[in-house]
C-alpha cells in the first residue's frame, strides 16, 4: 500500500512539474508575441519598406502594388496535381469544372486537353493560387506601426498552405530594428533560472532557441 502511494506521489508531482514548465514557457511565448505585435518601426518610412521587400524577396513574394502607405506582395504557390476534371481533391469541388467554368485555366494552370468529348477533359500539370499579402503602414505617436491581411485568389486557403507567416514578419521586423533576439523582462528571467537551478540535464532545462 505505501509503495502503490509512493508512485502515485511520484506520477502527480512529476505531473505538476511538467504543468509548471509549461506555463513558464507559455508565459514566455505571450510575452514575445505581445512584444513582437505592439512593435513600432522608427519614423524613417523608405528604412521600413526597404527592410518589408527584403523579407518577402525571401519568401519569394513579388510587389503586386506599392504606396507610401501600403504595399501589396504575391507569391504563387503551387497547389496538387489534378489528374482529370472529373476528380476530387479532398473532397472538395471539382476543381477542374471550377477552371473550366470561371476560365481560370488560362491565368493559373497549364493544362492540355485529352479526347473530343464536350467538355473535353483536362489534365492540370502545375495549378497554383496567388498569396496576396497587403501591408499598411501607419503612424501613432510618432512611429511607425503596421497591420497586415493576406488572402488567396482565386481558391480558398482549403487547397494549398501559404509561405508567408506574419509572426514570422513581425520577429524579423523586430530582430532588424531591437536586436537579434527578444529579451524577456527581468521577472520571467528569474523564472526561468529559478527552474534551470533545479536541474542538471539540459532535457529539463528551459533552453532559448529550443523552448522559446
Known amino acids: ?28 511565448r505571450n510575452y514575445s508575441d505581445e512584444t513582437v505585435f505592439k512593435a513600432t518601426y ?7 519598406i526597404a527592410i518589408l521587400n527584403d523579407f518577402f524577396q525571401k519568401i519569394d ?4 502594388s506599392f504606396s507610401d502607405s501600403q504595399i501589396t506582395f504575391t507569391g504563387k504557390i503551387p497547389v496538387t496535381i489534378v489528374k482529370r476534371n472529373y476528380e476530387y481533391y479532398r473532397g472538395t469541388r471539382n476543381i477542374g469544372a471550377i477552371a ?3 476560365n ?7 493544362v492540355y486537353r485529352e479526347g473530343h468529348c464536350s467538355p473535353p477533359r483536362a489534365v492540370f500539370r502545375t495549378l497554383y493560387v496567388n498569396d496576396n499579402v497587403i ?7 510618432g512611429q511607425h506601426k503596421i497591420r497586415v491581411k493576406s488572402w488567396f485568389d482565386p481558391y480558398s486557403p482549403v487547397f494549398t498552405k501559404s509561405r ?13 530594428y531591437y536586436g537579434d533576439s527578444i529579451s524577456c523582462p527581468e521577472e520571467i528571467t528569474a523564472l526561468i533560472n529559478e527552474w534551470n537551478l533545479k536541474y542538471v540535464s539540459d532535457r529539463r532545462k528551459i533552453i532559448q532557441g529550443r523552448d522559446y
Open 164 to 176: 508567408f507567416n506574419e509572426w514570422e514578419l513581425r520577429k524579423y521586423l523586430y530582430i532588424k
Open 61 to 64: 513574394y513579388q510587389v503586386e
Open 100 to 102: 473550366e467554368r470561371s
Open 1 to 28: 500500500m505505501k509503495i502503490l502511494f509512493f508512485f502515485s506521489f511520484l506520477f502527480i508531482l512529476s505531473n505538476t512539474l511538467a504543468q509548471t514548465r509549461k506555463e513558464i514557457i507559455s508565459t514566455i
Open 42 to 48: 522608427g519614423t524613417d518610412n523608405q528604412v521600413l
Open 135 to 141: 501591408v499598411f503602414i501607419y503612424s501613432e505617436k
Open 104 to 110: 481560370i485555366s488560362n491565368k493559373h494552370c497549364d
